[in-house]
């Protein structure tokens, strides 16, 4: 049986999303946006039909639909000052919202964000660790050629002020917004760097870039490090090209540690390129039945030369977790770790739903949780998490510089002594 493209439910920054089918069934034609605030204005509208049609499809326990009208009513009813934008997206908004925590409403503007993978945004490219009050910002990496990168911006530089501005004192999301702003704009940045050189001032301006999910290098110039930030319609191909570039290591670390999971046929893809050829890799629960996906049926858009092939699939392989580990990670360390792998860190999330993405016209869609996942041999996750083999403590965040990284030593560690 064919299974749909499924994603797996998401953790971000501890905000969960879900894993979805996108069937090419449209359901009707988008309501005026002249839309009375009445119920039966909402319920006669071609867009709250389908995604009624599409909940009793896919949703995974039955539906309360009394509840669901009950809500969309109190929405409606509510004070005339709080009502924003068109009250059939309102209503589905509010329908879904009653059923779980996990399955989520794309109106327009956030479905095209979606299906783009998480689209471009103006700012100037650089990752930067979690900050707390009082300390510089400690810059990851710069995105490559991304404006930071080429004005020379460097791996663990510290950033100290933003256009004149101390960052000491700032939160993250207040940094966030000094560093994003107008395309082609321009941006001042004053940088610390090791071995307490006289401060480096950089300029660069503002334009579109878009976010990386991989990352890949060296350690020791004999081991591979490849770290996969979440999973989106982009994260095969980046995969691919690092895998390539990889093959002279004689062991690799694939880091997971705080990824959300994403596009379940990307995660069955990148599992497929490391383990047996049509090898299960997870197994879905459904309502009314259980599945197994496999790289066969999900196809692949992830194109290795074989040589990177044959080394993917042997390589002694290290696979690195933490507590924000979630879903569809927690499933490619579980297929990993039965197929070959070492668990490295401390317990995963413990989220193993799955969601089907349901178009209900051409501007909007659904994302309701369809199944549960499991490992192919029964192992599940859900609330648990997933132990691994070695534990070792460490911080929420991934930490910045390998010094800190008692866990990425550990992971060193396991693969020499293979």
Known sequence: MKVPRTFGISLAAFALGAVCAIPVVVYGASPPESAAWTFDAVS????????????????????????MAERCRTLLDGPVEARRGDPVDACIAASVASLDS???YYPPAELAAFTTGGG????????FAAKEVGSPIVVVA?????PAERAG????DLITEIDGVDVAPLSGEQVTRLLTGEKGSTIRLKLLRAGNPPPVELSMQREEVRPETVHARLIDADLAY???RSFNFRTT??????????TSARGLILDLRSNPGGVLDAIVEIAAAFGAADAPVVALHWRDRQTLMSGKE???????????RDWARSVPLVVLVNAKTASGSEALAQFLREQRARVVGTKTFGLAYVKTLTRIDKDTAVALVSAEMRSPNGIGWTATGLTPDIEVPGSSDVPWSDEDDAQLRRAVLALRER
């Open 102 to 104: 996990h399955s989520q």
């Open 226 to 228: 490849v770290r996969i």
């Open 153 to 156: 911006v460097r791996p663990r």
């Open 237 to 246: 191909q980046d995969v691919a090209k690092r895998l390539d570039a990889l």
């Open 120 to 127: 471009p945004f103006i700012a100037i490219g650089i990752e």
């Open 142 to 146: 710069p995105i490559a050629n991304a």
């Open 298 to 308: 999900v196809g692949s858009s992830l194109r290795l030369s074989r040589g990177a």
């Open 44 to 67: 006669a509208s071609p867009r709250w039909t389908g995604f009624l049609s599409a909940a009793r499809r896919t949703y995974w326990r039955p539906l309360d639909e009394k509840l």
